[in-house]
């Protein structure tokens, strides 16, 4: 596993704070939000996934599950049956969050079932309990990162270009990334791979964080508006697209970023490999079409007024602002997974094979 060690990560813990990198910021501020234990925690986790401070699928995850540890480092309750019970209207609070990335989804279960099983009727017992699950639940993605790294950069060779969307680096997972950090294990491996980040609008993820993440680790990037990608396609050699995921359906259908289906139809058009690089935590089991994932649609002032700026639409326009969109399966070369790369029939076989007691993808032995 050719792993790069992340510039920077989405959050940390202090000793009486749990720290989250307000993403919002960036490019311009390395801004750090501090939270104390107990409720100012919860409160603080549901804002910061609310507004985007952390986002991407698997770093929402992440911090979600330090949201319910650090409720519980500062909880309280004097019974057992208590602390269960805030946990659990904390988890219903967290997943209330967002909708479509199922990373966070699962993060709250794996938390959820910590506890669940936990023998111990003490409150100090199921405080480290849920600790212990939520470290676990970070560890996980961190090391699935790896993987994924490993498993891409075969894709690539000495000298190529790679084109992107949003941002899958570091800060949007809790170790070196999905899709960006196949460009990371490439680099590691001594290739010189080189990115084309799509700004991504309205929210410009692309332009803000895979622009600065990519300055950061030295990885030569150009940034491109998201209406130049069928043009850089056909102008420039691109060795292949690769980009993160919040769900995927059991048949493939990918929910990602708005304009990633846009960019899957101009690469088949332009005959340009398209890969989807995600976790077992992003891949959703229950679901099983794109049709049947719920999309986000954020507040019309993001695109009428980008980072508050007047001057770009009337202020009265109306305005349709899905956060992400579904690319179908049909135009996915490839998944980049934690348990290697599969096709989409390959991977809805592997799914099939669940016996729906949960979400994600089992482990492939031997
Ligand atoms: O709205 P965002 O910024 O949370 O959207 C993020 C994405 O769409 C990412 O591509 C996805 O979550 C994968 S991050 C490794």
């Not at 909708?99 to 409150?123: C, H, K």
């Not at 929210?203 to 998201?226: F, H, M, N, Y």
């Not at 990608?229 to 708005?258: E, Q």
């Not at 690089?277 to 959703?284: G, I, K, L, S």
């Amino acid at each position: 596993v050719s792993a790069a060690s992340p510039p920077i990560g989405a959050f940390r813990e202090e000793a009486g704070a749990l720290c989250v990198l307000d993403q919002r910021a960036l490019p311009d501020e390395e801004r750090w939000l501090s939270f104390a234990p107990g409720p100012p925690a919860l409160d603080g986790v549901c804002l910061c996934i609310e507004t985007l401070a952390v986002r991407g699928a698997p770093a929402i995850g992440g911090i979600a599950a330090k949201g319910l540890a650090w409720l519980a480092r500062g909880t309280t309750t004097t019974t057992a049956a208590a602390f269960v019970a805030e946990q659990r209207a904390a988890s219903a609070r967290l997943l209330a969050t967002r909708p479509t990335a199922v990373n966070l989804q699962a993060a709250l279960d794996a938390v959820g079932a910590a506890l669940a099983a936990a023998p111990s009727q003490e409150v100090d017992g199921l405080v480290a309990v849920v600790a212990d699950a939520a470290a676990a639940v970070c560890a996980e993605d961190a090391a699935a990162c790896a993987v994924i790294g490993g498993h891409g950069a075969v894709l690539l060779n000495d000298g190529d270009v790679v084109m992107t969307i949003c941002h899958t680096g570091a800060i949007a997972t809790c170790g070196q990334g999905t899709a960006l950090g196949v460009v990371h294990s490439a680099r590691a491996q001594q290739k010189r791979v080189s990115v084309f980040a799509l700004e991504t609008r309205p929210l410009l993820q692309g332009a803000r964080l895979t622009a600065w993440e990519c300055l950061k680790s030295g990885i030569p990037v150009t940034l491109l508006t998201d209406s130049m990608a069928a043009f850089a396609l056909a102008r420039h050699r691109v060795a292949l697209a690769v980009v993160g995921a919040d769900r995927i359906a059991k048949n493939g259908d990918t929910a990602n970023k708005i304009g990633t289906y846009q960019l899957a139809l101009a690469c088949h058009h332009h005959q340009v490999p398209f890969y989807v690089a995600a976790p077992r935590t992003t891949f959703d089991a229950g679901c099983e079409t794109g049709a049947q994932i719920p999309i986000e649609e954020r507040h019309p002032d993001e695109v009428r007024r980008p980072r508050g700026q007047r001057g770009f639409a009337p202020a009265d326009v109306p305005v349709w602002n899905p956060a992400f969109d579904v690319t179908p399966a049909s135009l996915i070369t490839g998944f980049i997974t934690d348990v290697g790369i599969l096709s989409a029939s390959a991977l809805s076989a592997a799914l099939q094979r669940q016996d729906g007691a949960g979400r994600g993808l089992e482990q492939r032995r031997g």
